[in-house]
């Protein structure tokens, strides 16, 4: 457990050197500030959103308004046992305000046991995360915190905060309008990986040029891409892909695709999703969906990458481009639902049941039934529900005018003389 600051004879980081102290230095995230500025009192707060958009800083800055002794948790490194030494040291001193970086890392049982002391004043806990609280943070923790979600700088943001530390931390030095660029489109709206880069690029050997583009290249090598497959931003670019791909957009969801190869997503992670696209979102308006993607599932499986990409492409770009109709999706669904929550008792039919034995036979199962291959057209208008569903038989599929489905719904038609479908 320290400080929220620093110690005087550390090597201090660039970034931490340049963090603001007051409201003043503060850069962005206007809405949030005017909301912190307006709190009456001390109150427990979750700041959530991507990594450097400056929730620990406006912790600090809060904090420090509200003159509470502060100490700082990181819920990587510590525990239950940690927080009962705040809680026991806000015993002796009064309400400490705490903060925890990263709380979504604490377990269900770590965040209770910071609960009672919430409760009862003897902690204001001011908490930050990268992870969605509605999954990540207990609800009676939510419930007893205010919950403020930060976004992303944008790059005129960006812009001047690095202007500000060029100014500030540059000694003079002078940076090209393309290095520039290069050092904002590699941060991706981080300001502490920003700061990070210029900080790297200032330990560079003093020359009397001017710091180029290529500077910068040389230095930063390939771009990690802003990806991170195990946090919130791993579903939201699947979603994308998803929703790409329903909106019949191939460009779009290769884009996607892209991203997530490109970011290290395990690609059968993609092809499991594809399968279930294929069923859910394409369905019956082209049965070469779910073939399509089962292959693709299993090509993904064997050769792995680079090469699965190939297969996943061309999966991503047919299922984009086909007709799409979710009607079987919807007709299971409501299946269900009609048997969860419809109170009825039913009987099979005896001509519906399996007649394995002479017993069976003698009960009557089986007897009357009519093998629809012996008719005309393969088909008999037989009642195939229970007897107690016979008046008013529920409907669930609804077969579209999309694609093949539209010649099943012709099909049907014909065969149930327009009386359903």
Known sequence: MTSLFGEPDKQIPLAHKLRPQDWEGFFGQEKVVKQLKNLKKPTSLIFYGPPGTGKTTLAHIIVDKWSLPKRFLSAVTSGVKDIREVIEESKRIGTIALFIDEIHRFSSAQQDALLPAVEEGDLVLVAATTENPSFRINRALLSRSQVFQLQALGLEENHEILNRAITSQGNGREFSKEAVDSILFAASGDARKLIGILESILNLPESNSMIQAGDVEDLLGARMLNYDKNKEQHY?????????????DPDAALFYLAIMIEGGEDPLFIARRLVVFASEDVGNASVHALPLAIATWQAVERIGMPEARIPLGECTTFLASAPKSNASYLAIDKALAYVRNARFTYTIPNHLRNAPTATHKAEGAGKGYKYPHDYPNHFL??????????????????????GMEKHLRENLRKLWSGKRF
């Open 381 to 402: 208008p037989e009642s195939y529900f229970p007897e107690e569903l016979k008046a008013e038989p529920p409907v669930f599929y609804e077969p579209t005018e999309q």
């Open 236 to 248: 939201d670019v699947i979603s994308a892909f998803i929703k790409s791909l329903r909106g019949s």
